[in-house]
Every structure is written in structure tokens, then in C-alpha cells.
């Protein structure tokens, strides 16, 4: 094969072993690498129903066949898992140079299973895979872990690690490398530290097979070279994500107080023109030209690297209008190893809960001392931070009182950072996305502002998958960065062409999307058969206080999301992926797609049409 390596490793950390195994040709043809490969081997190997944070669980670090070539945005690597946090699949990417010394290690995945007895390092180099002793290394941060594997290592190594959240069993427990590049949020984290596996330290060498190696360094040339002439490339080097502040609040779609409405009365101190006066840098992943990281100083004159969805998250959502605490806030995030977007969430949640006097503790929006301390207790799973560690679904349920009201997720993944009382489809996109209330997938709303903005119409239903298929399939199982495409307009032509070098496959995007549709498919069936009779279409909902609670404030002001147009709308989504009417796929649909025998495993579970 070129492009890939045809070898993952298997560890079995309870046995302290490691064994590289070739795989068929045909499985990297029908799932590409990355989401792909997670997704199929979690449905082939994974036990239904085990606890995701028992040694039965398998951590997967999965990699695309493009991983490592020095194609533009090529730097990263998929982590995935049955979820701690939703019970259903959980993944997520992050840009790193462990991707890359992965692949050149000689593998396109690596699948962890078991548990260590004490805390453990793993080191991977050029295809041999050693156990190191890490009891030294727990209870640091997981700045200060890569900063003391990387010396230990030198140059040409890359770390992923877990803080103290991933140790504590936080339930959305990110993995960290590169101080800031977080990976996996509904949980990764907490399974890695349920294995006791602190890090994973990759090196490598060897030389990655291609099938036209002159092709694909003329493709990279170019690609890299047309990113440098996108009109809007100045203005992103200058600010990244960090404008969508300014763009959500003049869109009524900035989540502020934990989504009671969609614009926030400070919201020029934390947005991309204020970003610019205290950033001081840009970082971003391996083989990237057009990183998007923006360095800044926080409040504690440390650094920490901003975007939109942490900003929105740890600043509006709270109530908070001081950047700079909002970038300590955010740089403990990654030193922990907490996901920013749900801990936005959760503190969001506890302060409402707080000020409905349903707790206890005395919480007040924007506050930041006391925040910042319930920052600490959630990491260390201290007091009211041990309920939220668990995520807004659960302390909800414990909470009860009409608090699930409030607790903003669809399947347990609390929401990214858009506010949808006010826009149908980009809810359809956080009811239908494969882990959760993500944004990444189908990033609509950016569309569907400028369409017919509160109308649940077919076009917006077509749209809502396009998006689900390109940015949520194709690039995640390429493991490419999405942003050329999504905010400079990096035409997707260039991606088969890319392939195609690489691999020799001469595959179109016609047939990308198809396979694009068999692993979201089989994601979907994954849940379905963790969720068994118990699944209906009504876990695929959005939080209620959209459908409930109209905004107050703003352009958008006494919009809500209406309950029954929605279900239509999701009925008419339901049809066009050829699921039925309780959201999952027809026995037609997966036979369509090349994988009856999903059919015959899931009808075990539930009846299917
Ligand atoms: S645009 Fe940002 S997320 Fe994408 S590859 Fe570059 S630095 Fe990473």
C-alpha cells in the first residue's frame, strides 16, 4: 500500500504488551484512517455495554493516510472511545507532532486496551513500544508532563498527556499536547486516566510510503502557496476564530449565561479586536500555514492560546467581560486537561443553579475568583466540583428540581458555543452531530443567517448534511484540518488530488462523501446499540430552553425554536440519511453503503426497517 502504513499497534497495558498487526488493504479503502478507522474498530471490537472507564475500553489515537506527508494542515490525529460522559462514541482531533512521529513510528493507529497496575508513560519509537514507570508524573499538569518528557526526549517527539481532570475521572477530560492543543471532548481524557496511562511519548523516523512522491511535493508547493492568496488570510493570521465573537453578538447567537441569550452586554472586551491588544503570538499544528492559535498574556501574565469557542465559553456564557481572566481561566483548562467548551458549560450551569438558591454554594455571574477556584474543585473533583465533573446531563439528574431545564447538551455533550433559539438548522446540527452537541461537524448557522434564518426548510435540512459529511466525515477521516475550507475558502477539489498522490487511489468526492456516509453511519449505529430499546428520536433534541425561553434582548429578541417544526424537520433529516422514523438506519440503507453486516449485528438490539 502506499499512504499507509497497513500497521496499527495493539497494547494491552494490564499485560505491559505491545504488538504491531498488519491490516487488510480493504479496510483502508473503505474507512480512510482517523474517524474512520475509530469508529470501525469500536464497532468490531468493543464490547457493548462496558464501562467506558473500565480496562475493557479502548483508547484509539488514529491517523489519516496523508498524516506526516507535509500536505497543508496535515497535522493531526484522531483520539477516540466509548464516552464517559454520553455512553454513546466519543472523539475528537487535535493538531500535534505526535500525528506525525506516530505515522513515522510505522503506525496508522494504535489501539490501547487494559489498564496499568501504577501510572505509566508509553514511549513509541520506530515500531517498538516501551512501558515506563509515570507515578512521578501524576498529579502534574499536563504543561508540565510534555515539558519534562520533551527534555527527557530532545527534539523530534511528540507528547499527548493528561492533567489532573484526566487523572480525576472527569468526565470531559481532554487529551492536551503543545500546551493548548486539547483533543477528545466527551471524555478522552478521563478513559486515558482511567488506564493510568499519563502519556504517550512518539518518535520516529521512517521514511512514509507514497505512491507519487514528485506529484505530491508539487500539490503541497501549491496548496500552501494558494492558502497565502485566500482574501481573508491577513485578517486570520490576525485573529483566527477570535472575530466570531463580534460576529455572534451581531447575529444573536453568542451563548451568554449559560445560553439564556444570545448577546452579551461586554462582548467588544472579549472579542478579536481586544484579543489583538494583549496577543503576543500565533501557535498552531505541525504543517500549517495559516495557524490559528492566538498567544496572549492572561491575567496571570502566563500564556494562553485563545479561540472563539473558549472565549465564548469561559467569557460571555459565565458572564465574564475580562479577557485576560478569561485566558487564565482557559490556560488552566489545558493545564488540567479540561475540555473549555463543557467546562463553559458546567460553570454556566452551576452559577444559574446557584442563583435559583438550588445549591448551596453562593455563585455570581462573572465573578472571577470564585470561578476560578471551581475551576480547581472540578479538576480535583473537590465538593460541588465532584458533581459537575460529571457533566451537566448528570448534575442535573442529581440536582433535579427542574434544573435539567438549564443543563445545556444533546446526549449528555454539553453545547459548543452558539446560542440557537434563533437558528433551526444549526440545532439540527448540534440534535444529529456523532458525538454530541459539536459544532465542528456542520458549522450551519454561518449559512443560515444569510438564508431564511428561523425557517426549517428542506434546503437547510440538505445543507445541515453536506456539511455533516464533508467536515465531520471526509476530513475527519482524512485527519485534515477543516479551516481551509470552512473560513478561507480552500477549494475541496484539492483533496482527492492529494489523495490521489499519496495513495494512487482515484477516488472522487462523490466517493468520499459515500464513504463519508458509511462512517457516520456506522457511528450512529454504534449508539444505537450501546442505547438498545431504549433509543428514540427524542434523544436526538435539542436543550429545552431553546424551544421554552425566548430572548429577551437583541435583533433576534422573543425568538425560540419551535417544538414542532423541529420534529418535522428531523423527520425530513431522518428520511434523507434513509433512517426511519425513530432515527435509525434502514437495512436498505446499510446494505446501500457497503455494510450489511452492521445490519445483522444491530437487528440483535433493536428491530430494524
Ligand atoms: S488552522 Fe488552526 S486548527 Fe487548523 S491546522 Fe492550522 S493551527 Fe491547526
Avoid at 481532554?174 to 512518539?202: C, D, H, W, Y
Avoid at 490521489?500 to 454504534?526: E, K, P, S
Wanted: with cysteine; charged share 25%; proline share 4%.
Amino acid at each position: 500500500m502506499f499512504g499507509w502504513t497497513g500497521v496499527f499497534l495493539k497494547v494491552n497495558l494490564s499485560k505491559n504488551k505491545a504488538v504491531a498487526e498488519t491490516y487488510d488493504a480493504n479496510l483502508a479503502l473503505n474507512f480512510i484512517g482517523g474517524r474512520g478507522f475509530a469508529a470501525k474498530i469500536l464497532w468490531d471490537q468493543l464490547e457493548p455495554g462496558i464501562d467506558p472507564l473500565s480496562p475493557e475500553n479502548k483508547l484509539i489515537f488514529a491517523a489519516g493516510p496523508l498524516t506526516g506527508l507535509g500536505l497543508p494542515n496535515s497535522g493531526k490525529l484522531v483520539v477516540a472511545a466509548k464516552s464517559p460522559l454520553t455512553g454513546g462514541y466519543g472523539d475528537g482531533n487535535l493538531g500535534t507532532h505526535a500525528a506525525v512521529f506516530m505515522r513515522k513510528a510505522g503506525f496508522d493507529a494504535v489501539i490501547i486496551e487494559g489498564k496499568a497496575k501504577t501510572p505509566a508513560v508509553l514511549h513509541i519509537k520506530n515500531e517498538v513500544a516501551e512501558f515506563l514507570d509515570a507515578r512521578d508524573f501524576w498529579g502534574l499538569t499536563s504543561f508540565e508532563t510534555e515539558a519534562q518528557l520533551k527534555a527527557a526526549y530532545e527534539k523530534d517527539v511528540g507528547v499527548v498527556s493528561i492533567g489532573q481532570a484526566g487523572e480525576n475521572l472527569v468526565r470531559f477530560a481532554t487529551v492536551i499536547s503543545q500546551e493548548g492543543r486539547s483533543g477528545g471532548r466527551p471524555g478522552m481524557g478521563a478513559v486515558m486516566g482511567s488506564k493510568n496511562l499519563k502519556a504517550i511519548v512518539f518518535q520516529g523516523s521512517e521514511e512514509l510510503p507514497v505512491a507519487f512522491p514528485e506529484e505530491l511535493k508539487e500539490l503541497s508547493a501549491d496548496g500552501y502557496r494558494e492558502i497565502l492568496t485566500k482574501p481573508n488570510y491577513a485578517f486570520w493570521k490576525q485573529q483566527g476564530t477570535m472575530s466570531t465573537v463580534e460576529w455572534s453578538q451581531e447575529n444573536s447567537a453568542l451563548p451568554t449565561r449559560n445560553f439564556s441569550e444570545g448577546v452579551f452586554e461586554e462582548a467588544d472586551k472579549i472579542g478579536g479586536f481586544a484579543m489583538e491588544e494583549i496577543k503576543v503570538s500565533n501557535r498552531g499544528c505541525p504543517f500549517c500555514n495559516m495557524t490559528c492559535g492566538n498567544v496572549v498574556v492572561d491575567s496571570e501574565k502566563k500564556e494562553s492560546e485563545l479561540d472563539y469557542e473558549n472565549v465564548a465559553m469561559l467569557g460571555s456564557n459565565i458572564g465574564l467581560g475580562n479577557l485576560g481572566q478569561v485566558a487564565t481561566l482557559n490556560r488552566l483548562a489545558d493545564e488540567f486537561g479540561l475540555d473549555a467548551i463543557s467546562l463553559g458549560n458546567v460553570l454556566g450551569f452551576a452559577i444559574e443553579t446557584s442563583q435559583k438558591k438550588l445549591v448551596p454554594e453562593k455563585l455570581h455571574w462573572g465573578k472571577f475568583h470564585v470561578i476560578k477556584t471551581l475551576v480547581n474543585d472540578i479538576a480535583c473533583r473537590r465538593g460541588l466540583g465532584d458533581l459537575l465533573a460529571d457533566g451537566v446531563q448528570a448534575a442535573a439528574a442529581k440536582i433535579g428540581q427542574g434544573s435539567e431545564e438549564w443543563a445545556m447538551h444533546v446526549k449528555g455533550l454539553e453545547v459548543s458555543g452558539y446560542d440557537c433559539h434563533a437558528a433551526p438548522g444549526m440545532a439540527l446540527s448540534y440534535a444529529t452531530n456523532s458525538i454530541g452537541a459539536h459544532h465542528k461537524d456542520a458549522w450551519v448557522i454561518g449559512w443560515e443567517v444569510k438564508s431564511e434564518r428561523e425557517t426549517y426548510s428542506d434546503e437547510k435540512v440538505d445543507k445541515v448534511i453536506e456539511l455533516q459529511l464533508m467536515r465531520g466525515g471526509i476530513f475527519e477521516y482524512l485527519t485534515l484540518c477543516r479551516l481551509p475550507q470552512a473560513s478561507l475558502g480552500f477549494e475541496v477539489e484539492w483533496y482527492p488530488k492529494f489523495l490521489h498522490a499519496a495513495t494512487g487511489t482515484d477516488l472522487t468526492w462523490t466517493a468520499l462523501n459515500y464513504i463519508a456516509d458509511r462512517i457516520l453511519t456506522l457511528i450512529r449505529a454504534f449508539w444505537i446499540r450501546e442505547y438498545g430499546k431504549n433509543w428514540t428520536y427524542e434523544i436526538d433534541a435539542p436543550p429545552m430552553r431553546w424551544f421554552r425561553e425566548p430572548l429577551t434582548k437583541g435583533p433576534m429578541k422573543g425568538s425560540t425554536l419551535d417544538s414542532a417544526k423541529f420534529v418535522t424537520m428531523l423527520q425530513n433529516y431522518y428520511k434523507k440519511r434513509g433512517w426511519d422514523e425513530r432515527g435509525i438506519p434502514k437495512k436498505a440503507t446499510l446494505s446501500k453503503l457497503g455494510v450489511s453486516n452492521v445490519a445483522k449485528e444491530l437487528n440483535k438490539y433493536v428491530k430494524l426497517s
